[in-house]
């Protein structure tokens, strides 16, 4: 098996959907962490991972581990997480019939296209100088997000957000609800999705992705 190397920030919601599927899908990978707080993202080493200066990026070595030659990267998170699917197929976060796995993507794309990326604080920022219009811009986009969420997966009942394992879904909910509570959104306004959230914090996979076991503290 090709061996990797993740550049990811410890509190990025993309990062932790990456390390959640490494982890569990139990593939081994080296972790180097870019403060998305420092100037490192527009220096010229991460521009070239990735020409947003983004993480997650994924480093692809060879089986040796050799980093000579033209360097390979793949970035953006639902892009390396179905990569991964493809390479290590079990346990699957695509499970089930096309239909059902149309139903986890578009569970996916509300959190990853639709919630995720507009309540991001360079875009908050961007918004206004601001800070209480950029906490009430975040809180909007979070919440309309969520909601949406919640009344889709009443479509696809069960333990997590498509039936009793794990999918691609829950691998971006879980870090968005993440990122509610630290913004001050309390999940019980969102029955279904807290139940989702508490299931999956008692997994094992979750805790070994979880921001607080790559914390710089940690």
Same mark, same amino acid.
């Given at each position: 098996?090709?061996?990797?190397?993740?550049?990811?920030?410890?509190?990025?919601?993309?990062?932790?959907?990456?390390?959640?599927?490494?982890?569990?899908?139990?593939?081994?990978?080296?972790?180097?962490?870019?403060?998305?707080?420092?100037?490192?993202?527009?220096?010229?080493?991460?521009?070239?991972?990735?020409?947003?200066?983004?993480?997650?990026?994924?480093?692809?070595?060879?089986?040796?581990?050799?980093?000579?030659?033209?360097?390979?990267?793949?970035? %953006? &998170? *639902?892009?390396?997480?179905?990569?991964?699917?493809?390479? !290590? /197929?079990?346990?699957?976060? $695509?499970?089930?019939?096309?239909?059902?796995?149309?139903?986890?993507?578009?569970?996916?794309?509300?959190?990853?296209?639709?919630?995720?990326?507009?309540?991001?604080?360079?875009?908050?920022?961007?918004?206004?100088?601001?800070?209480?219009?950029?906490?009430?811009?975040?809180?909007?986009?979070?919440?309309?997000?969520?909601?949406?969420? %919640? &009344? *889709?997966?009443?479509?696809?009942?069960?333990?997590?957000? !498509? /039936?009793?394992?794990?999918? $691609?879904?829950?691998?971006?909910?879980?870090?968005?609800?993440?990122?509610?509570?630290?913004?001050?959104?309390?999940?019980?306004?969102?029955?279904?999705?807290?139940?989702?959230?508490?299931?999956?914090?008692?997994?094992?996979?979750?805790?070994?992705?979880?921001?607080?076991?790559?914390?710089?503290?940690?």
């Amino acid at each position: 098996m090709n061996k990797f190397r993740l550049y990811h920030y410890w509190r990025s919601s993309s990062s932790w959907r990456v390390r959640w599927a490494l982890a569990l899908k139990k593939i081994p990978c080296e972790y180097v962490s870019v403060n998305l707080l420092s100037d490192e993202t527009d220096g010229p080493e991460q521009r070239a991972r990735n020409p947003f200066g983004y993480v997650p990026v994924l480093q692809i070595l060879d089986d040796s581990g050799d980093t000579t030659g033209k360097p390979v990267y793949l970035t %953006e &998170s *639902l892009a390396i997480i179905e990569w991964l699917e493809e390479l !290590v /197929g079990t346990p699957s976060v $695509l499970p089930g019939s096309s239909y059902q796995k149309a139903k986890i993507r578009q569970l996916a794309e509300t959190i990853n296209a639709g919630t995720q990326p507009i309540q991001n604080p360079a875009v908050a920022q961007f918004y206004s100088s601001d800070a209480e219009q950029q906490k009430k811009w975040s809180l909007h986009w979070i919440r309309n997000g969520l909601a949406a969420y %919640e &009344s *889709l997966v009443q479509e696809t009942p069960g333990v997590f957000s !498509v /039936g009793d394992t794990l999918t $691609l879904a829950d691998l971006c909910l879980i870090p968005q609800c993440y990122n509610a509570l630290r913004q001050g959104v309390f999940l019980s306004e969102f029955p279904k999705i807290e139940k989702i959230y508490q299931s999956a914090l008692l997994t094992e996979s979750c805790q070994a992705s979880a921001p607080d076991s790559f914390s710089p503290q940690s």
